[in-house]
């Protein structure tokens, strides 16, 4: 079955250079979730798009932004990026019907 | 404000052996729903069970079940007949029942299940 791809797997990028990392969610599932896991932390909630909408907001910063385009696909764009965004940022889908999350394999950015 | 609670961040348990993590949460939702994930070694996030909150029985998959208390809101992961393969960090997570909404995890609970 196919899963929610993420890309790319792993990024290095200097302070106050831009990131942008893709998710492709499960065909029909409709939303989309952008989660950020610090070493050793649970994973904590930036932002959710339904149907292209934005429809929930977590502790995602000013510099980062995000956008569910019309084949669903979401982009996470990240600038003026600074040492403590390196983590691991999740994709997740789910079809809003039946809740389960599915989790994308994670895009692992180091910020040096 | 939703919160996610795991009391216990470490726990081990013999292969063949039965082990139940606990989660409570806090919440003024009456429809929500409450799940276990599995992170292995490799970082992945896996779906291990859902419940929601308005079933009172309580949710099986294989060797994984639940207990669900929704009047104490207690929401406790019992894996029976360890694996060596269930060695993992294990997340509650908890989300309301509306559309595009967010999951609140807890802090995790990282179990070694010991050959």
């Not at chain 1, 791809?5 to 792993?10: F, G, L, N």
């Not at chain 1, 932004?65 to 990026?81: I, K």
Request: neutral net charge; glycine residues 6%.
């Amino acid at each position: 079955a196919a899963g929610v791809i993420q890309s790319p797997r792993h990024l290095i990028k200097e302070k106050r250079e831009t990131a942008t990392l893709k998710c492709y969610p499960i065909p029909r599932h409709d939303t989309v979730y952008w989660y950020q896991q610090g070493p050793g932390q649970d994973p904590q909630f930036l932002i959710s798009f339904y149907e292209k909408m934005q429809s929930d907001k977590g502790s995602i910063p000013d510099r980062f932004s995000a956008q569910q385009f019309s084949d669903y696909h979401s982009e996470l764009n990240m600038s003026s990026l600074e040492l403590g965004d390196s983590a691991l940022y999740f994709c997740a889908s789910s079809w809003t019907s039946f809740g389960e999350q599915y989790f994308g394999p994670g895009t692992r950015l180091t910020v040096t | 404000a939703q919160t996610v609670t795991q009391s216990q961040p470490e726990m081990s348990v013999q292969e063949a052996e039965t082990v139940t993590l606990s989660c409570t949460y806090d919440t003024s939702e009456n429809n929500y729903y409450l799940f276990w994930y599995k992170q292995p070694p490799s970082r992945q996030m896996i779906l291990v069970i859902r419940q929601e909150a308005y079933k009172q029985q309580n949710a099986t998959e294989n060797r994984f079940s639940v207990n669900f208390q929704k009047a104490a809101k207690s929401f406790s992961l019992k894996i029976s007949d360890s694996q060596l393969g269930d060695t993992a960090m294990y997340f509650c997570a908890f989300m309301k029942h509306r559309s595009g909404n967010q999951f609140y995890f807890g802090t995790g609970t990282s179990l070694t299940v010991i050959p």
